[in-house]
């Protein structure tokens, strides 16, 4: 499985971007995918993922409501919408997979960066303030 990031930029506080992570390398009906962004001398921290089978969504708590994570799986890519930015979205934003497991998991699952197998290189996003 290969994960291809893409979309970030410089972009003004108040503003939007929508990133994309486009992946390949199999079939992703057992998978979920996740976002997760890492701001210099900080820890990884996980921003939403989502099942690619049914869609169910996961956030971060002080994320809902400006950050959207949805999938066309037609086209085997995930984006995140996030709006309404902030100088404290600056950041190195990953996309990442994970395969599902056999029984139902919580949020707490999804959220933990050490379920997810494949990561992507990464893209900048840097919020003005």
Known sequence: VQLQASGGGLVQAGGSLRLSCAASGGGF???F?????QAPGLEREFVAAIR???GRTYYADSLKGRFTISSDNAKNTMYLQMNSLKHEDTAVYYCAAG???GIHRSFSYYSDKSRYTYWG???QVTVSS
């Not at 995918?33 to 962004?37: A, I, L, Q, S």
């Open 52 to 54: 690619w089978s049914g």
């Open 33 to 37: 995918m996740g976002w997760f962004r």
């Open 121 to 123: 290189q990464g893209t």
């Open 99 to 101: 395969s599902l497991p």
């Open 29 to 31: 009906d057992n998978y």
